[in-house]
């Protein structure tokens, strides 16, 4: 009965911003993002992202706070070869060619399917 | 800015499709963009749906919610609902979801003359527009009786028993409802590599072979009726159960066979409700999930910001 509303899930509130950054105050190159109304689609590829590839980052992590709050939040800490936002900066540029290769992958393959599908018949 | 690329490039091979069902391979990549793949498929490529319903006459043995609610749940044909606006964020009609941009409109009027009962099927919901209509099944050529197929029942009635409604179909993600969701099942497994140790399976008797082969509750391992010597009949039939590597500990024979996940190549199956096709939907989702990048890009501002306080943090950056 007091379940929030369903488009609570995606849509942001006005006012919010989609990402907001904090630096943190103890630690040289190091911050947290705040995703507002992404999960772990968007939180489990930034993170694998740049633990798995970055060299640069020391520490990548996200976390989503409650099931009932619709954001995440993303933490990485880098050394002084990079910042915490261009590693983020760089994460999202890569994930993108990433899929626009995919993309162009998928639909040479399914042309070249549906082709030979058509000349076996 | 500038910094190394660390992006890869993913290979997809496909194995089969057909309009509501695709089975491919994708490799070079990691289980992240795998899932997140597969979970924009289920919940965020948008599908149209009947989201509401005017109910005029209802006389039928089930009440009006019940009904919208069947009605909700017929898949509608949604190539459209990539280029349609969501109706909270239409503006040709202030969000109430009535125009032609963000909705299609359906008529429903049905009723029972004779003492044969009347079975409502989607087939009786007109369409206000040609390109959304409920998804039709009877040609997929496998199985169904094409006459009797006559769409999804809504409500049967007997004599003396009418529905007459108007329904407005909105465009949606599963996110908000699983009614909005293009896909069935989206599934996705490691393809699994299995090496057989040849030297100690020779060891072994054919009794003990097939002792050892039956022992997998999937047909992963077979004997040829020839030679005897023990084959990977189907290695993707493994469901990584470890019954056959149980096996070969309690014969003495550990190592026997080595199973191992490749942990970059994923055998993807995607089956659709119909609404889309399956190659679409995938293609849908690579779209959908560049966008929800976009939207996680830090804005300029934010950027501005952190460089003014970043005299220090450039400083202690080393820049």
């Known amino acids: 009965m007091n379940a929030p509303d369903r488009y609570e899930r995606f849509v942001v509130p006005e006012g919010v911003s989609k ?20 999960d772990h689609t968007i939180g489990n590829i930034l993170r694998i992202r740049q633990l798995h590839r970055d060299e640069n980052v020391l520490f990548a992590g996200y976390k989503l706070p409650h099931p009932l709050q619709y954001k995440i939040l993303l933490r990485i800490h880098t050394t002084s070869q990079s910042s915490p936002m261009q590693a983020y900066n760089q994460a999202i540029n890569d994930l993108d060619k990433e899929l626009d290769h995919l993309k162009n992958e998928f639909e040479v393959e399914l042309a070249r399917h549906t082709g030979k599908q058509s000349r076996d018949y | 800015m500038e910094g190394v690329s660390y992006q890869r490039f993913p ?10 069902f695709m ?85 429903l009027r049905a009723k029972c003359i004779n ?58 993600i599963g996110k908000d409802h699983a009614k909005w969701s293009p896909a069935a099942t ?50 993707e ?12 500990e309690a014969m003495g024979k550990p190592g026997l066979v080595e199973i191992h996940a490749k942990e970059d190549s994923f055998i993807f199956t995607v089956e659709t409700t119909g609404g889309i096709k399956a190659s679409q939907l995938f293609l849908n989702a690579i779209d959908v999930l560049k966008q929800k990048l976009d939207a996680v890009r830090l804005s300029s501002d934010t950027v501005e910001a952190d460089e003014q306080f970043g005299e220090l943090g450039a400083h202690m950056r080393g820049g």
């Open chain 1, 19 to 38: 990402v907001s950054y904090e630096r943190d105050t103890k630690i040289i190159n190091a911050a947290s993002f705040t995703i507002e109304r992404e």
């Open chain 2, 11 to 20: 290979k997809i091979k496909i194995r089969t499709v057909r309009d509501d």
């Open chain 2, 23 to 107: 089975k491919f391979e994708l490799r070079d990549t990691d289980a992240s963009i795998a899932n997140a793949l597969r979970r924009v498929m289920i919940a965020e490529v948008p599908t149209i749906a009947i989201d509401l319903v005017e109910i005029e006459v209802n006389s039928s043995v089930l009440n009006d919610e019940f009904i919208a609610h069947r009605l909700g749940l017929i898949p509608l044909t949604s190539e459209r609902a990539m280029s349609m606006r969501f109706s909270r964020d239409c503006d040709a009609c202030d969000g109430d979801g009535q125009c032609e941009y963000c909705s299609v409109e359906f008529h």
């Open chain 2, 115 to 172: 003492d044969q009962t009347l079975d409502v099927t989607s087939k009786d919901l007109y369409s206000s527009d040609h390109t959304v209509v409920p998804v039709d099944f009877s040609d997929s050529s496998t199985g169904f009786d094409n006459a009797e197929n006559r769409g999804i029942i809504i409500v049967k009635l007997r004599r003396g028993q009418e529905l007459v409604l108007r329904a407005i179909a909105r465009k949606g």
């Open chain 2, 186 to 235: 989206v599934t996705f497994m490691y393809e699994p590599e299995i090496y057989i140790n040849e030297e100690l399976m020779e060891g072994l008797t054919l009794e003990e072979k097939k002792e050892f082969v039956d022992s997998s509750p999937t047909k992963v391992f077979d004997i040829n009726p020839n030679t005897h010597q023990v084959y990977v009949h189907d290695a």
């Open chain 2, 237 to 248: 039939a493994y469901t990584y159960d470890d019954e056959v590597l149980k096996k070969a």
